[in-house]
């Protein structure tokens, strides 16, 4: 059975990085459509990124962009979120998320396989 483990959060100061690793179990990495989500205190789970089953296509919500780098390395099943110039509007738990029926979505209810999740906290 396909598990997704997080790492890599942690807390930081305002203007730090981190970088998040999701680590999927079983052979089928490859062709699971990945994002990442997160979730503050008292707020809805939303969407952060997502990538490709190849890796060739990312998006990114707004409030990110240009600040967060998703990827994939097939080879390794693992898919990264690196974190730069981090905001303490970016506490939260971080979540990542397979999609086995998209190649490529944005859409929570798309995703089929969700992680424990890792807590990302920014002091400011």
């Known amino acids: 059975q396909v598990q997704l483990v997080e790492s890599g959060g942690g807390l930081v100061q305002a203007g730090d990085s981190l970088r998040l690793s999701c680590a999927a179990s079983?052979?089928?990495?490859?062709?699971?459509?990945m994002g990442w989500f997160r979730q503050a205190p008292g707020k809805e789970r939303e969407f952060v990124a997502s990538v490709s089953r190849s890796g060739g296509l990312t998006t990114y919500t707004d409030s990110v962009k240009g600040r967060f780098t998703i990827s994939r390395d097939n080879a390794k099943n693992t898919m990264y979120l690196q974190m730069n110039s981090l905001k303490p509007e970016d506490t939260a738990i971080y979540y990542c998320a397979a999609s086995f029926r998209s190649a490529y979505t944005t859409r929570r209810y798309e995703y089929d396989l969700w992680g424990q999740g890792t807590q990302v906290t920014v002091s400011s």
């Open positions: 079983g052979r089928t990495f490859s062709s699971y459509g």
